[in-house]
């Protein structure tokens, strides 16, 4: 099966929240918390695809960033490559573009949500990094 490239973004604000948004029911991998992110395109680096990303999904402006972790995780339906990055550097105000829920959450309470099983390891590197 054909692994799916997706470039994810770990944005951490100045009082240390993560920002995170809730996946569309109808979405692979719907209702459940994500990192804002999605597909890389062809010829585009992993950072500029981030950057696209998070303006066409939040609204946000990112400005830097530093690679986290990279993650391969099969879904039996999809399989997928998370190339997952730290940003500390943004501007703007998030939203949610496309309806969807945003949230601004304290790295300690990150184990209250529901992510997809591949952000499992996103969690820990996070925890090592941040908490
Ligand atoms: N953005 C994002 N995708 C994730 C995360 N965890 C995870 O398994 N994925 C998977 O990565 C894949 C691609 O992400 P995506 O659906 O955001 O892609 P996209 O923005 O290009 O959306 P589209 O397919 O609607 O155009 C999905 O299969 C999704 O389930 C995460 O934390 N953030
Ligand atoms: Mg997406």
Redesign the pocket.
């Known amino acids: 099966m054909k692994i ?1 490239n ?1 470039a ?1 973004g770990v944005v951490v604000n100045e009082q240390k929240q993560i920002l995170l948004a809730k ?1 569309a029911k109808e ?3 719907g209702g459940l ?7 890389v395109e062809l010829g585009e680096s992993t950072f500029k695809a981030l950057v696209r ?1 998070f303006k ?2 939040v609204d946000l402006e990112l400005e830097h960033g530093q690679p986290l972790i990279l993650i391969e ?1 099969d ?1 039996g339906d ?1 399989q ?1 490559r ?1 190339d ?1 990055w730290l940003v500390e550097q943004f501007s703007g105000s998030a939203r949610g573009v496309e309806g969807q829920e945003v949230r601004w959450v304290p790295v300690a309470e990150l184990a209250n949500y529901e ?5 499992q390891a ?1 969690l820990q590197a996070i925890n090592q990094t941040l908490g």
Do not use: S
């Not at 918390?33 to 597909?39: C, D, I, M």
């Not at 992510?115 to 952000?119: E, G, H, I, L």
């Open positions: 799916v997706v994810v996946r979405q692979h991998q918390w994500e990192f804002p992110g999605g597909k990303e066409e999904e995780h879904y999809k997928v998370l997952t992510f997809p099983a591949a952000n996103i």
